[in-house]
C-alpha cells in the first residue's frame, strides 16, 4: 500500500470521527490503568460495568489496597480472569505507592514492569492517558492492519512498528482508536462488512464481502 492510499484512509477515518477515544469509563490515569488490566480478555462493556461501581468506592491505590484481595474480587467477579486480575491489580498498587508516589508512571519500562502490564497495556496508557502517539497492537488493530495491507506483518511487534512507521505523522495520536474501532464494528473478524465500509475502494483486502 503506498503513502496516498494511507492519507486517504486516515482522513475518512478523521472525517468520520475527529476525536476517537477508548470506550473503557475512566477519569484519572490509574482508572484507566485499572480498567485496562481489567480489559484483557473481555469486554470493555463488562469492564464499565464492573467500574462504575468500583471507583465509586475506590480509585486510588491506596483505597484499593484497603479493600483487600476478596473486597476487589467482590467488585470484578463478573469479568474474566478476576483472581489473577484482582493480584495484578494489587501488586501494581503497592508499587505505585512505594516507587512512584501513588501516580501512574509517564515511562514505557516503568509501566512494563507493573503486573499485569504488558506492552500493549502500556502503549494504551501512553496513548490515551498521556496523549503520547503510541499505537497499542490488539487483535482487532492486528486484523485490520493486514487485512486492509496498511500495515502487514506476522507478529504484534512487527505491525505495530509498520504502523509507527507508515501511519503519517498527522494521524498517528488518534490512529489506535481509530483502527481498533474500525475492526470491533466494521472490520470484524468472520465477515467484514466490507458493504457499510467507508475504507472499503481504498482497501487492499481481496475477498471482500459486500456485507453491510
Known amino acids: 500500500m503506498n503513502k496516498t492510499k494511507r492519507t486517504d484512509i486516515f482522513r475518512r477515518f478523521r472525517a468520520q470521527n475527529p476525536a476517537p477515544t477508548t470506550e473503557l469509563h475512566y477519569s484519572t490515569p490509574f482508572e484507566l490503568l485499572v480498567a485496562v488490566i481489567l480489559s484483557a480478555q473481555a469486554t470493555d462493556k463488562s469492564v464499565n460495568k464492573a467500574t462504575a461501581t468500583l ?3 475506590a480509585n486510588t491505590p491506596a483505597s484499593i489496597l484497603k479493600l483487600g484481595e476478596n473486597g476487589l474480587k467482590g467488585y470484578i467477579r463478573t469479568i474474566g480472569l478476576y483472581n489473577s486480575k484482582a493480584g495484578n491489580i494489587l501488586k501494581t498498587c503497592q508499587i505505585l505507592l512505594e516507587q512512584h508516589q501513588g501516580k501512574v508512571p509517564v515511562d ?7 503486573p499485569g502490564v504488558g506492552r500493549k497495556t502500556a ?20 486484523r485490520v492492519a493486514n487485512r486492509t495491507g496498511i500495515a502487514p506483518g506476522k507478529t504484534v511487534l512487527e505491525v ?6 507508515y501511519v503519517p505523522g498527522e494521524f498517528r495520536q488518534d490512529a489506535h482508536h481509530w483502527l481498533i474501532l474500525h475492526g470491533r464494528y466494521t472490520c470484524v473478524a468472520r465477515k467484514p462488512r466490507c458493504g457499510s465500509c467507508i475504507i472499503e475502494d481504498l482497501c487492499e483486502y481481496p475477498d471482500k ?3 453491510e
Open 108 to 114: 514505557r519500562a516503568a509501566l512494563e514492569a507493573l
Open 160 to 165: 505495530e512498528r509498520k504502523l509507527l512507521k
Open 123 to 142: 502503549n494504551v496508557i501512553l496513548n490515551t492517558a498521556f496523549g503520547q502517539p503510541t499505537i497499542a497492537v490488539d487483535t482487532h488493530i492486528f
Open 209 to 211: 464481502t459486500g456485507l
Open 55 to 57: 471507583f465509586k468506592v
